[in-house]
T-cell receptor, first 115, second 112 residues
Framework: DTGVSQDPRHKITKRGQNVTFRCDPI?????LYWYRQTLGQGPEFLTY????????KSRLLSDRFSAERPKGSFSTLEIQRTEQGDSAMYLC?????????????FGPGTRLTVT | GQQLNQSPQSMFIQEGEDVSMNCTSS?????WLWYKQDPGEGPVLLIA???AGELTSNGRLTAQFGITRKDSFLNISASIPSDVGIYFC????????????WGLGTSLAVNP
């Protein structure tokens, strides 16, 4: 399987705990995106990496959220001191430079539930 | 944030019927994308459109990039039960720093 993978698929945590999610993009893709999706909505952009550089962060990404892509391959998204409002599906996508602009390929997502 | 206007919001059809949905924007896009999302899964790219007026097919799916660059259409012919899901349009401009702008989705239900 050469698609985007995410781990874990589901995470239940108590309010105040920290959580970390991992995304492995398609191997030849140098661009990686994180999105958040709530029920009845389209994905909301959180942040974007080109190789290891984080080039943009949404203002939705509060200081409790941090993302890394240390070697330009996999990425992690950490949420500190989780709140109930953080409950959502967290999606990762990747694309290749030179590819048709905007063709982003998504992983299966990580469903976060904060109790 | 910016959102695309996608309609209809939901559709309930009989198996074998054709389906049409559309997406409009107040601003122009260089790329229009159509995705399908099943419950609990990530969106799957169906069709990508890059040129105004372009008509592209993927099996029973056909999508068009509007001439004004402010709209796009997706048609599904001869629907089958596995077409059930939520269909999202998304627009892209390099000026948005590679962010996709999304519609709210069209929920499709197919009665076998």
């Amino acid at each position: 399987d050469t698609g985007v993978s995410q781990d874990p698929r589901h995470k239940i945590t108590k309010r105040g705990q920290n959580v970390t999610f991992r995304c492995d993009p398609i191997s030849e893709h140098n661009r990686l995106y994180w999105y958040r999706q709530t029920l009845g909505q389209g994905p909301e952009f959180l942040t974007y990496f080109q190789n290891e550089a984080q080039l943009e962060k949404s203002r939705l990404l509060s200081d409790r959220f941090s993302a890394e892509r240390p070697k330009g391959s996999f990425s992690t998204l950490e949420i500190q001191r989780t709140e109930q409002g953080d409950s959502a599906m967290y999606l990762c996508a990747s694309s290749a430079s030179g590819q048709g602009f905007g063709e982003q390929y998504f992983g299966p997502g990580t469903r976060l539930t904060v109790t | 944030g910016q959102q695309l206007n996608q309609s209809p919001q939901s559709m309930f059809i009989q198996e074998g019927e054709d389906v049409s949905m559309n997406c409009t924007s107040s601003s122009i896009f260089n790329t229009w994308l159509w995705y399908k999302q099943d419950p609990g899964e990530g969106p799957v790219l169906l069709i990508a459109l890059y040129k105004a007026g372009e008509l592209t097919s993927n099996g029973r799916l056909t999508a068009q990039f509007g001439i004004t660059r402010k709209d796009s259409f997706l048609n599904i012919s001869a629907s089958i039960p596995s077409d059930v899901g939520i269909y999202f349009c998304a627009g892209y401009n390099a000026g948005n720093n590679r962010k996709l702008i999304w519609g709210l989705g069209t929920s499709l239900a197919v009665n076998p």
